[in-house]
């Protein structure tokens, strides 16, 4: 059987300290599920610790870091919140390039509750319909995107698929959506 992702590899970019844990292991879960190969890239080579709110949670090995990441090699990127995890992805110039490039390159992006701060950072949400957790909204709408409140927007007013959810209540919805979205990238 045929799986829905047949074999492309997807980026997970997360700082080293902050991805709220369920954010990431549920689209991680999703995408191997679909056949897809995904991948942990961080801000450093290293181990990443996640959090469960504001509680210290489980590590994750990243093996490639932002620096060395080329969009060339991926059909998508998902972008997981927690509060820190997007602060920090925001203030590193190689991550925010990194995200810039699949936005030229026409690839999709998922990005999930605070998770949109390094979007806005790389100037992608201009014109572009995006939901997040709310108190990112007044962000988003002074870099020029729409904000709605959905459990999942779907946005292709621009060069590429933006996939986006407010919280990990919607994660069932959001992790539908991008397995959907990647598959026809």
Same mark, same amino acid.
């Given at each position: 059987? %045929?799986?829905?992702?047949?074999?492309?590899?997807?980026?997970?970019?997360?700082?080293?300290?902050?991805?709220?844990?369920?954010?990431?292991?549920? *689209?991680?879960?999703?995408?191997?599920?679909?056949?897809? %190969?995904? =991948?942990?890239? !961080?801000?450093?080579?290293?181990?990443?610790?996640?959090?469960?709110?504001?509680?210290?949670?489980?590590?994750?090995?990243?093996?490639? &870091?932002?620096?060395?990441?080329? +969009?060339?090699?991926?059909?998508?990127?998902?972008?997981?919140?927690?509060?820190?995890?997007?602060?920090?992805?925001?203030?590193?110039?190689? #991550?925010?390039?990194?995200?810039? &490039?699949?936005?030229?390159?026409?690839? *999709? +992006?998922?990005?999930?509750?605070?998770?949109?701060? *390094?979007?806005? =950072?790389?100037?992608?949400?201009?014109?572009? &319909?995006?939901?997040?957790?709310? &108190?990112?909204?007044?962000?988003?709408?002074?870099?020029?995107?729409?904000?709605?409140?959905? =459990?999942?927007?779907?946005?292709?007013?621009?060069?590429?698929?933006?996939? !986006?959810?407010?919280? *990990?209540?919607?994660?069932? #919805?959001?992790?539908?959506?991008?397995?959907?979205?990647? #598959?026809? #990238?």
């Amino acid at each position: 059987m %045929r799986k829905q992702l047949d074999d492309k590899q997807i980026a997970f970019l997360v700082a080293t300290e902050g991805v709220e844990q369920v954010e990431l292991t549920e *689209p991680w879960r999703a995408v191997e599920e679909a056949g897809g %190969r995904p =991948e942990l890239i !961080s801000t450093e080579v290293g181990k990443v610790q996640a959090f469960n709110h504001l509680t210290a949670a489980d590590t994750f090995d990243a093996e490639k &870091s932002a620096d060395d990441a080329e +969009v060339r090699d991926y059909a998508g990127l998902v972008l997981p919140g927690g509060v820190a995890n997007p602060d920090n992805l925001r203030m590193n110039t190689a #991550a925010v390039a990194f995200i810039k &490039s699949f936005f030229e390159a026409g690839k *999709p +992006v998922a990005v999930i509750c605070h998770g949109p701060w *390094p979007l806005i =950072e790389a100037d992608a949400v201009r014109d572009r &319909s995006i939901t997040s957790w709310p &108190s990112v909204q007044t962000d988003l709408r002074n870099a020029g995107a729409r904000w709605v409140d959905q =459990e999942v927007v779907e946005c292709t007013d621009g060069p590429n698929t933006l996939v !986006s959810s407010r919280n *990990p209540d919607d994660l069932p #919805a959001f992790c539908d959506a991008l397995v959907q979205v990647f #598959a026809r #990238a």
